[in-house]
């Protein structure tokens, strides 16, 4: 069952990524990102983006997490940021929930494009996309690898 949920987690936050990377935000040197799980709404029908979200995933057996979280990495410092993630359903029977930490970053790739025209980012300028692999602590003190995109 905890592989399963672990599973089920790095799937989450893979899918989370598509938003959160999407908000990665150079340092003025460069070589720092920022990643955050959003929200999106739409004021006056205007696409915008801000800080703060959630996602949801929902596996085959019905299975559901909850995950939010933020962070910063590159620029030759340690990263920062986790965040929470809660599951419930048939495999993780009960509500289960804790806490990640990101500790390390294995390998980021960027990717070409941009924010559709219109779009409005509170969360800061030159929105970008990637691949990222970090490694993770939980709460439980154990240790595993996500994988972001």
Do not use: C, E
């Amino acid at each position: 069952m905890k592989s399963h949920l672990r599973f089920v987690l790095r799937l989450t936050l893979a899918m989370v990524a598509l938003f959160a990377f999407g908000n990665m935000i150079p340092s003025a040197a460069g070589a720092t990102f920022r990643w955050d799980t959003i929200s999106q709404t739409f004021p006056g029908g205007v696409p915008t983006i801000n800080t703060g979200g959630s996602d949801y995933a929902l596996a085959a057996d019905l299975t559901s997490i909850q995950i939010s979280g933020h962070g910063t990495f590159g620029g030759g410092v340690p990263p920062t940021g986790g965040g929470t993630w809660a599951t419930s359903g048939p495999s993780a029977g009960t509500v289960t929930s804790g806490t990640f930490t990101v500790t390390g970053v294995v390998r980021f790739t960027v990717a070409p494009g941009s924010l559709p025209p219109g779009v409005i980012d509170n969360i800061g300028p030159n929105a970008r996309s990637g691949l990222a692999v970090f490694n993770i602590k939980y709460s439980d003190g154990s240790t595993g690898v996500l994988t972001v995109s």
